[in-house]
């Protein structure tokens, strides 16, 4: 009897750890990343990846761009573990990996190619020798408009325009009976929509956040004049409810042929000349962002990139899977199933160097718009920081965030335009002196 137990056991053991073997073999990745069409499209085209790597299953959080980024940020400074790959930015990936939240991806394998990155990109993502994230899409922004309505007004956009080329465009542009709005920009509250949008607008108008002793600046009449060419701009010549719109919302409006002008991020031109979902994608043109004679444009640099918290269990899957999504096979599988128009931009030098994509009509002016960014020098007077469209300081996400909220209740009409800048100057100069950076 006993013998015929142990037996039973024996086989019992082995049945247990034949389950356990099989199980482990199976790892579940959990992706949070944003709503941009090209990450909906990355999710869809998954399944090539896990044919490839069938031990690995994915699990999605897709998320609209301020939810994604206060979910990201909590879990990852807390150590929560919610995600394997998280969708972040150029703002969060040096003070991530400072802080040791992120792991390095120096040890990606050969085929990679790390080396075909656009410096101006992969700078970006390095922290003392170590890259923490892999771009998968990078970007400036730039002015998209429609040529049609610009031949309409008897006018042509320059190459290079200035704001005031801008204004004059939209006032010629913009047919409200017919609900065709001369320009839209970002007006939703949030430091990565209507406060990207804004901070790169200012350093074309001199503006800064601080001066060189870390003391805000909404106080100065730099900034006093961007917010008020902004919110002219708006109220005579953008759509109604525009404090709500982000990137998405006015991305749908131009498709919808309701703007004469968008000026936003670079990697919006492959949707709106797509003419599966742009009902204007044959009368769409490209110019620089524009600037007011200072020497510097208000085009901002930003990379989504894909990175791995310090607190995944799943750390050798996860890289498998950001070797897969930000490889050259990955834009190559992008181009034979959609077309080069449609490859996640703005990463690999070999994509600009490819004469397949340089017949793409906004490839040029978008890795001119990279190149034009200097988030080293970003303003026309020198300041303490670094980043373009940000200030690459861990207060700035909770500062812009407070200020983009002032900002979008100026647009809505519930508060002045000076009221709006009094307040983001008290707010900002009491989280700055509560971090130490003034007295």
Do not use: H
Not at 26 to 43: C, H, P, S, Y
């Amino acid at each position: 009897m006993k013998r015929l137990n142990r037996a039973l056991f024996g086989a019992t053991a082995l049945c247990t750890l034949a389950a356990t073997a099989a199980f482990a073999q199976d790892t579940t990745l959990t992706i949070a990343t944003v709503n941009n069409g090209d990450m909906v499209r990355m999710q869809k085209l998954s399944s090539d990846f896990e044919e490839k790597n069938p031990g690995i299953k994915l699990e999605w959080v897709v998320l609209e761009e301020n939810v994604l980024r206060q979910r990201v940020t909590t879990d990852v400074a807390t150590k929560g573990g919610q995600y394997d790959v998280m969708t972040i930015g150029t703002y969060e990936v040096p003070i991530w990996g400072k802080q040791g939240w992120l792991v390095s991806l120096n040890d990606l394998p050969d085929s990679y190619d790390v080396d075909d990155l656009l410096p101006a990109i992969r700078g970006g993502l390095t922290v003392d020798g170590e890259l923490y994230a892999a771009p998968f899409y990078g970007e400036s922004s730039m002015v998209m408009y429609r040529t049609d309505l610009m031949e309409k007004a008897g006018m042509e956009m320059p190459a290079e325009p200035t704001w005031d080329d801008i204004k004059k465009a939209a006032e010629a542009m913009t047919d409200k009976e017919n609900e065709v709005y001369g320009i839209c920009l970002r007006g939703k509250a949030g430091w990565g929509e209507n406060m990207a949008f804004l901070t790169a607008m200012s350093n074309s108008f001199g503006a800064r956040w601080f001066d060189e002793n870390w003391n805000p600046q909404f106080d100065s009449p730099e900034w006093k004049e961007t917010i008020d060419f902004y919110l002219d701009l708006m109220n005579n010549y953008g759509p109604p409810g525009a404090s709500s719109n982000g990137f998405n919302e006015n991305l749908a409006l131009f498709q919808q042929g309701k703007c004469g002008m968008w000026i936003d991020a670079t990697v919006a031109a492959s949707f709106v000349t797509n003419p599966n979902d742009s009902e204007v994608a044959d009368s769409v043109g490209f110019a620089l962002a524009p600037d007011k004679g200072l020497g510097k444009r208000s085009n901002w640099l930003w990379a989504w990139s894909l990175a791995i918290p310090a607190g995944t269990d799943a750390e050798d899957a996860a890289k498998k899977f950001i070797d897969w999504a930000t490889s050259k096979q990955y834009l190559e599988m992008v181009a034979e199933k959609e077309g080069w128009a449609n490859v996640p931009p703005g990463t690999r030098k070999s994509l600009y160097e490819n004469p397949e994509y340089q017949k793409v009509p906004f490839a040029e002016m978008t890795l001119e718009s990279i190149n034009a960014a200097d988030p080293t020098n970003p303003t026309v007077d020198p300041v303490p920081y670094t980043g373009v469209q940000f200030v690459a300081i861990p207060e700035f996400q909770g500062i812009a965030t407070a200020t983009g909220q002032q900002f979008s209740a100026a647009l809505a009409g519930t508060t002045s335009a000076d009221d709006a800048l009094a307040a983001s100057q008290a707010l900002t100069e009491r989280e700055m002196k509560r971090a130490g950076y003034i007295k």
